[in-house]
């Protein structure tokens, strides 16, 4: 077994990994050893990461990073992951990371919009060009850091609609001087401004935020992707930024005479779809499709979502049970937790299929259940059914040891 991570400077996704089998996924903040201390990452990775990625020596953990193309940052980086799991590290950028599950083995140019952004050609094995990223100081265009940063230098010397000002302060409730403060004097200042652009996209009805969003993305279609030869390759798109302003980076791109290939937006957007004809299901997720993100919540009815996680693992469908650290949301929902799956770059449609599989398998035994052995009809009925359905799930789905 191994351990794969990948991590921006805002968030790291880890998996453990038996064979093609993802076995439990964690996220915790984003590592970047351009900002961070050995000593600093060490105590991220051990106090956020769920005690079971440390129960044994693994094989290998992968982690493909943001400021690991720098050895002497990979370094450092490499000498805090052996201190915590006591195994053989390899640590590449997450660049590379990018372009191996955009582009498998296939050439291409590879870009990335989160926190940051990069860009890279690929040659199917490895990358053989890159523009340098240069930070979010000299660098980043078209990241969320860039757009932040141009949006809140217009609001600090009142340059941005006085609609806009007012909504931004309704929302945020900051001053001028706790603006300047988040960014010159607290810690990830890139995380910070790429936390206000966001504020955008609710917002592209108004001109000036819709300009912002598009010259950013045209500053980074200048500046990155015409030193490629990016005519005789596809180009390919990952990232936060990339999925939450899809449509305006395809009008970007056609002035460039390109069209995209692929974000992850497709593939949510065929989930959203097939989940959604699943009348059993409760779906939690924005009904305006352009603003949703690439998690959807949901839950079958009468089926606690821990049990229906455990019958989806059963299938080979990882996906995660709980209240997500999102108690005061769900308590207005007026639930206690959720299944929530999770969808990136490296997701297909087929994967969609087989979680939808998966879902009808786990409502068709409980449905079964129901009606051939307990009673539903009154609320004891269902208190029965609760207890008695776990007590055989534990005869249908052998315990995989892990949290989901």
Known sequence: MKVIAESGSTTTEWVLVDGKNVLERSFTEGINPFFQTRREISHSIRLNLPETFFKKRWERVYFYGAGCANLDKKNILEASLVAQFKTPI??????????????????????????????????GERIIKNVRSAGYILGDEGSGAAMGRR?????????????????FHEKFKVTPDEIMDSIYNHPFPN???????????????????????????????QRNIIQYDYKSYPVYFMGNLAYTYADILDLVAKDFGLNIEKTEKEVVSYARQELSKLDYLDLYMSPNEENHSSVISFNIKGIHPHDVASMLDFKGVCVRSGNHCAQPLLRYMGIDSTCRASFSIYNTKEDVDRLVDAIKFAYSKFEKFIKNILYESSDLGMIVTKYMFRIILISIVPWTGRVV
């Open 90 to 123: 390899s640590a590449e950028s997450d660049l590379l990371a990018a372009a191996r599950g955009l582009l498998i083995d296939k050439p291409g140019i590879a870009c990335i919009l989160g926190t940051g952004s990069n860009s890279c050609l690929y040659d």
């Open 151 to 167: 949006f809140l230098s217009d609001y600090l010397k009142n340059l941005t609609p006085k609609d806009l000002c007012d909504a």
């Open 191 to 221: 995380r910070s401004l790429s936390t206000f652009s966001y504020f955008l996209k609710d917002h592209l009805d108004n001109k000036y935020a819709f300009n912002l969003v598009y010259e950013e993305l045209m500053r980074f279609f």
